[in-house]
């Protein structure tokens, strides 16, 4: 089942601007995970946050989790072309070897 | 650097034919993860292994068998592959629980069934 809804499912901007993606889930969660996916790839790891984090930082990226919405966002900061990309969230349950991955959100960054 | 390997990037088969995707990791990984990736669908779990010989069902088992004979490999088994099955297949590993649970995936094979 899917765990993890991205918003929006697309984003166009120019290249500079910031990009922000949304992340809803359902249930209670040990940690949240964000991954990058090149057209035609496999997925890249780009950042975990834990349950008990509010914000994380890792280079233009930002991401933060609200556990009483059950939400979290990824903020990719001065957006590059080559941030072009589908970007997933995937939710951890306690105890829980798998991951649940949301249906993604396809960032296009226009030069 | 942890890599996962697949054995194929592209792959066609026919309706009927039994099917072998196989993946290797070379990082000492205990779990395995088959998932296949449809549009609109995003990444469903086929199967899961947390050990040699262990395996678990994922969301969609139908139609699918793995084998994990040994610790570095995971194959997945399409035994009388349907059109339906036409999909993109992704592996991943990671580290035992209590880790953070990051999954490395491969690179991905898009299989065609005719």
């Known amino acids: 089942s899917q765990q993890g809804e991205e918003d929006p499912q697309a984003l166009s901007i120019q290249e500079g601007e910031n990009a922000t993606m949304n992340c809803s889930y359902k249930t209670s969660i040990n940690n949240l995970q964000w991954y990058r996916q090149n057209s035609g790839r496999g997925l890249v790891h780009l950042i975990l946050i834990r349950s008990n984090e509010r914000e994380k930082h890792s280079g233009r990226l930002r991401v933060t989790l609200d556990t009483s919405k059950k939400s979290s966002s990824l903020l990719i900061t001065v957006s590059r072309a080559a941030d072009t990309a589908s970007y997933f969230c995937a939710t951890a349950n306690f105890g829980n070897e798998k991951l649940t991955f949301g249906t993604g959100t396809r960032l296009t960054i226009i030069p | 650097d942890v890599k996962v390997t697949q054995s194929s990037r592209y792959l066609v088969k026919r309706t009927g034919e039994k099917v072998f995707l196989e993946c290797v990791q070379d990082?000492?990984?205990?779990?395995m993860f088959w998932y296949r990736q449809d549009p609109g669908l995003g990444l469903r779990l086929i199967y899961f292994?947390?050990?040699?010989?262990?395996?678990e069902k994922g969301d969609i088992p139908e139609g699918y068998s793995v084998s994990r004979e040994k610790k570095e490999r995971f194959s997945l088994i399409l035994e009388s592959a349907s059109t339906n099955q036409t999909s993109m297949y992704l592996c991943?590993?990671?580290?035992?629980?209590?880790?953070?649970?990051?999954?490395?995936f491969g690179p991905g094979t898009r299989l065609t069934v005719l």
């Open positions: 990082m000492d990984h205990e779990n």
């Open positions: 292994s947390y050990d040699v010989k262990m395996k």
């Open positions: 991943a590993s990671s580290l035992a629980s209590g880790r953070h649970n990051e999954q490395f």
